[in-house]
Every structure is written in C-alpha cells, then in structure tokens.
C-alpha cells in the first residue's frame, strides 16, 4: 500500500482533520483504508460524534506513533485502530506488530472506549498476488491477546462483517482497499461498536 509522495503529502493533509460539531471527540486512526474512506466514516459517525480522521497511507503499525501523539494530545472519548494491514504485506512478525500496536494504546491509555479492527483476512500482496492470509491470521490473533491483556479495549470483528456482506471482492476491489459498499459498511461496524462505548 506504499502509495508514494503523493500519499505522504495527503496522509498529512488528513492528520488532525475534524469533521462534525457534535458530541464526543471520536479519532479514527489507521492506513490508507482509513484514509480513503474518510469522507463515508465522517459521514457516518459525523452526526453523533466529532470525528477526527487520521489515515497515513501505506504505514506500518510503527510508523503512526507521532501521528498518534498528536491524537492523544487532543483527548478523544474513544479511538478506533484500524492497522496492522501493510505490516502483513510487508510481512513483518505478528509479535512485532503487537508491540507496535501495544505503544498506540499505551499513548491513548486515558481514552475511555478503545476499539481494534480486525485487518481482512482475505488478503493478497498487491504487486505478486500471493496470499498474505496468514500473516494477516497472525496479527488478528495478536490483536485479539491485546484486547484481553488491555482491560477496556475491544476487537471490532471485521472478518465476520465482511463475511455477512459478501465476502472480500464485495466490499474491495484489490483485497485491500474498500469499495463505496465497503466503506458504507466499515462506517456502519464502527457505529455499532462506538453505540457500545
């Protein structure tokens, strides 16, 4: 999901963004999935919550902690953490991944409701076409012993709702990245489980 300069220059016009005016502050943070469905998740959630988006496209779980940072600093009620999908690309080790992911959580350690996000197990490198399933398997698992181990925090169950809505290449068009269906239904997981906080 390494998109270029190009990406670099938009995932820093998107850091920080707030749309809404209305009830609590919710940060959404992840890649380019989060990126690009900026403006349904806003949308979305916008009538309920201020949201504030940040998608840094083509990151890694280690390469939003400055992002991050600022986040924190502006006191959301709740977060969700939609990341880990370029680590399995990359192939970076699930233990890895989970350290990365614990530091995010241990900076929004004051944040009342925090939620992660299951990466698509379907998976497939974009450039070869080679499974990443189960380097994505093995995150999820990671992210799923981060939940037990970090009372208040939760899993958003991604996998089954891409499931109930037709499986991968019903809601994106490369395995990665969401179609418009897609990113209606990742704006609508994330409403049930914010209703939830």
Known sequence: MR??????????????????????????????ITGLSRERLSAGLGDEYTVEVMGKFGARSDE???EVKVIAASHPSAAVINIGTNDALQRVPAEQTKASV?????????????YLVEINNGITDLLTGDSRADEA??????LDALARENPGVKVVEWNAAIAEHGG??????????????????????YQEALSNC
């Open 168 to 189: 991968v290449s019903a809601v994106m068009y490369d395995t990665v990245h969401l179609s418009e269906k897609g990113q209606s239904l990742l704006a609508e997981t």
């Open 102 to 114: 614990q530091e995010i959580l241990d900076l929004l350690d004051d944040v009342g409701c925090r």
């Open 137 to 142: 398997r093995a995150i999820n698992a990671e």
């Open 64 to 66: 939003i902690i400055a």
């Open 3 to 32: 998109l270029g300069l190009l990406s670099v220059v938009i995932a820093s016009a998107l850091a920080g963004a707030a749309c809404g005016t209305s009830g609590p502050k919710v940060a959404l943070i992840g890649d380019s």
